[in-house]
Nanobody, 127 residues
Framework: QVQLVESGGGLVQAGGSLRLSCAAS????????MGWFRQAPGKERELVAA????????SLADSVKGRFTISRDIAKNTVYLRMNSLKPEDTAVYYC????????????????????WGQGTQVTVSS
């Protein structure tokens, strides 16, 4: 079992920045690829960023490339999503997810391959 707890969401003006954190506990962190998803009202949950178990590979949605960065600190069992140049369309609940991978260099880009989810953190970007 893996427990995930997100933090760092909030209200920010357009053009501002936030850093989301996701603290993981329960299993060997490097055995899990991690992802950040978001879901806006009335829309499907979508992948924003993914990172491999080892942290060596990342993937970003086209809508956030050049603005968001995903990283992980294996020693702290934490994954981060740095969000710069935020836009009103980034407003959503952001979820952290973990999926078991073998080998550890894999990352996961499909929602149904993730096994564990956090409770979500709200990000609101005002215009």
């Amino acid at each position: 079992q893996v427990q995930l707890v997100e933090s760092g969401g909030g209200l920010v003006q357009a053009g501002g920045s936030l850093r989301l954190s996701c603290a993981a506990s329960g299993r060997t962190f490097s055995n899990y690829a991690m992802g950040w998803f978001r879901q806006a009202p009335g829309k499907e949950r979508e992948l924003v960023a993914a990172i491999s178990g080892s942290g060596g590979s990342t993937s970003l949605a086209d809508s956030v490339k050049g603005r968001f960065t995903i990283s992980r600190d294996i020693a702290k069992n934490t994954v981060y999503l740095r969000m710069n140049s935020l836009k009103p369309e980034d407003t959503a609940v952001y979820y952290c997810a973990a999926g078991r991978v073998n080998p550890g260099w894999r990352l996961i880009t499909t929602l149904n391959e993730y096994d564990y989810w956090g409770q979500g953190t709200q990000v609101t970007v005002s215009s």
